[in-house]
C-alpha cells in the first residue's frame, strides 16, 4: 500500500474530539501550575520514571485527557471539597467519559476500558519542568520570518497531545497504543536541552543537527533509570519513518497536532460575534437573557435583542 493511501486510514471521525484534546493546552485554573496537558505529561511522566507499566500509564492518561475535555479543570478532589460525594462524582466523571467516548471505534474503548490501575508516585524527571517551558518556534521556514502564535506552546503540552491523540489513532493502524504514547511522549527530549529554531534553524545546522539532537536526547535520558530508559529508547525508534504501525499513528497524531494549533489561532481570529452569541450562545439561556440582550442592543454589539437558542432576533 503506498503511504498516500495508507494515509487515508487516519480516523476522521475524530477531529472534533483532537480540537477539543488540543484545547487542554490553553485550560489553566488557580492553584495549579502550568495547563491541563502540562500536568498530564508530568503526571505520566513520573508514573513511568516510577517504573509503571507503559501500557498503565497511557490508559490513565488518555482517559483524564478524556474526561477534561469536558470538566475541565473540576478534578474529583475539587468537586468532593465543594461537597459532591465521591460516589456523584463518580459518576459525573463516568458521564463526561462516556460523552467523550462516543466517536471512538469499539477498540478503542475496550483498550480505554482495560487496568489502571493506581498511579505511582514520584517526581517527573528533571527534564519535564524545562520541557514545559520551552516554547514552541512557531512556523518557520528557510528565507522566511518567523510566524510566532501568541501565546505559544510549551514542549511539553505538544507532547502531551501527541501521545494522547497517537494512542488514540493506533487501532487504525493496528499500532500498539502504549508504544505510540511513550514515543509522543518523549518525541522532543531534546528541546530539554535546544531551544527551538524550528525548520529554518534546523536546515543550518546541517550535518550537526542529528548527532546534535542524538546528543541532547542522550543527555535527558541520562535522569531515567535504567528500565524505564529502555522502555522509552525502545519507543524511539518508531520515529525515523512511517514505516511502522507504530510510526504511522505516531506521525499521522505530530502532524495532526502542529496543524491543529495552528488552526486554533486562525479561528479565533476568523471568529464572529454572530457565532459567539448565537451558536456558542455566550449569554446564555436564563431569567435575564432578555435584559441582558436589549442591553447589548442598545450598547450597539448586536443587531437585535437575540432570543434563546434556536429563536430569531426580534
Known amino acids: 500500500m503506498s503511504a498516500a493511501a495508507d ?3 487516519a480516523p476522521a471521525a475524530l477531529l472534533p474530539l483532537c480540537r477539543a484534546l488540543g484545547d487542554l493546552k490553553r485550560v489553566r485554573s488557580a492553584g495549579r501550575q502550568g495547563s491541563i496537558a502540562d500536568r498530564l505529561f ?4 513520573a508514573q513511568a ?3 509503571e507499566a507503559v501500557e498503565a500509564v497511557a490508559r490513565r492518561t488518555v482517559r483524564e485527557a478524556l474526561i477534561a475535555t469536558r470538566l475541565g479543570d473540576l478534578d474529583a478532589a475539587s468537586l468532593e471539597q465543594a461537597g459532591i460525594p465521591s460516589q456523584e462524582v463518580g459518576r459525573i ?3 463526561a467519559l462516556e460523552e467523550a467516548c462516543e466517536p471512538l471505534d469499539m477498540a478503542t474503548r475496550a483498550w480505554l476500558a482495560g487496568e489502571g490501575g493506581e498511579a505511582a508516585s514520584g517526581a ?3 527534564f519535564v519542568a524545562r520541557l514545559a517551558a520551552q516554547p514552541r518556534a512557531g512556523a518557520t521556514a528557510p528565507g522566511r520570518g518567523r510566524l510566532v502564535l501568541e501565546p505559544p506552546e510549551s514542549h511539553a503540552e505538544h507532547c502531551a497531545l501527541v ?6 489513532f493506533a487501532p487504525a493502524w493496528e499500532a500498539r497504543a502504549e508504544t505510540v504514547f511513550l514515543a509522543g511522549l518523549a518525541h522532543h527530549l531534546h528541546n530539554a536541552l535546544l531551544a527551538d529554531s524550528g525548520f529554518a534553524g534546523e536546515v543550518l545546522l546541517g550535518d550537526w543537527l542529528a548527532p546534535a ?3 541532547a536526547t542522550a543527555l535527558a535520558l541520562e535522569e531515567l533509570p535504567a528500565i524505564p530508559r529502555d522502555r522509552v529508547q525502545t519507543a524511539l525508534r518508531i520515529i525515523p519513518d512511517a514505516a511502522t504501525p507504530e510510526g504511522r499513528a505516531f506521525h499521522a497524531a505530530d502532524t495532526l497536532d502542529r496543524v491543529l494549533q495552528v488552526e486554533h489561532h486562525l479561528r479565533a481570529a476568523g471568529t464572529s460575534m454572530d457565532y459567539v452569541l448565537r451558536e456558542m450562545e455566550l449569554v446564555h439561556a436564563g431569567p435575564t437573557k432578555p435584559f441582558q440582550d436589549a442591553v447589548l442592543a442598545r450598547m450597539g454589539l448586536t443587531r437585535a435583542p437575540l432570543e434563546a437558542r434556536g429563536g430569531v432576533a426580534a
Not at 501521545?163 to 488514540?168: D, E, H, P
Request: proline fraction near 8%; aromatic fraction near 8%.
Open 42 to 45: 508530568a503526571q505520566a511522566w
Open 93 to 95: 466523571r463516568g458521564a
Open 163 to 168: 501521545a494522547v491523540i497517537g494512542a488514540l
Open 7 to 9: 494515509g487515508q486510514r
Open 49 to 51: 520514571a516510577a517504573g
Open 124 to 126: 517527573p524527571p528533571g
Open 213 to 215: 539532537f542524538a546528543r
